[in-house]
C-alpha cells in the first residue's frame, strides 16, 4: 500500500492514522516534496477512475488565481499538477490495483 501524504493537512493525517491502525504495511510518499510524474498521475487516476479535474484542489490560491475558470484538457490538468503539486487532493491511497481518496479519511478501508 502507498499513501499519497500532506502531514500538515488533517485529513491526510487521519487517513494515515487509520491505516497505522489496520496493522498492514504502507509507503509513506510526501508528494509536495517528491511530486508524482505525469505517468504516476495518469496510472494514480486510473486506479482512482478520475479524471484529472476531479482531483484538484479548487479551493487552492493557486488555483484561483490562475485557473478558476479556465478550459484545459486532462493532458494540460496533469501537467499542472506536476508543476503545482499542492494542487492534488490528498490524501490519495494506493493498494494493488485500486486507490481512494481519503476524503472523507474512512474511505481508506475501502481497499481492506
Same mark, same amino acid.
Given at each position: #500500500?502507498?499513501?499519497?501524504?500532506?502531514?500538515?493537512?488533517?485529513?491526510?493525517?487521519?487517513?494515515?492514522?487509520? !491505516?497505522? /491502525?489496520?496493522? =498492514?504495511?504502507?509507503?509513506?510518499?510526501?508528494?509536495?516534496?517528491? =511530486?508524482? =510524474?505525469? /505517468?504516476? !498521475?495518469?496510472? *494514480? !487516476?486510473? @486506479?482512482?477512475?478520475?479524471? +484529472?479535474?476531479?482531483?484538484?484542489?479548487?479551493?487552492?490560491?493557486?488555483? @484561483?488565481?490562475?485557473?478558476?475558470? @479556465?478550459?484545459?484538457?486532462?493532458? &494540460?490538468?496533469?501537467?499542472? #499538477?506536476?508543476?503545482? +503539486?499542492? !494542487?492534488? &487532493?490528498? +490524501?490519495?491511497?494506493?493498494?494493488?490495483?485500486?486507490?481512494?481518496?481519503?476524503?472523507?479519511?474512512?474511505?481508506? *478501508?475501502?481497499?481492506?
Amino acid at each position: #500500500m502507498k499513501i499519497y501524504h500532506n502531514p500538515r493537512c488533517s485529513k491526510s493525517r487521519e487517513a494515515l492514522s487509520i !491505516l497505522q /491502525d489496520q496493522n =498492514t504495511d504502507f509507503e509513506i510518499v510526501e508528494y509536495l516534496q517528491h =511530486t508524482p =510524474t505525469e /505517468d504516476e !498521475l495518469k496510472e *494514480l !487516476l486510473r @486506479k482512482l477512475d478520475k479524471k +484529472p479535474k476531479e482531483i484538484i484542489r479548487k479551493g487552492e490560491a493557486i488555483f @484561483k488565481e490562475k485557473y478558476q475558470g @479556465k478550459s484545459f484538457s486532462d493532458a &494540460e490538468w496533469i501537467q499542472i #499538477m506536476v508543476e503545482n +503539486p499542492k !494542487l492534488i &487532493e490528498r +490524501p490519495i491511497v494506493v493498494r494493488g490495483d485500486k486507490a481512494v481518496l481519503g476524503r472523507p479519511p474512512e474511505n481508506v *478501508l475501502k481497499l481492506f
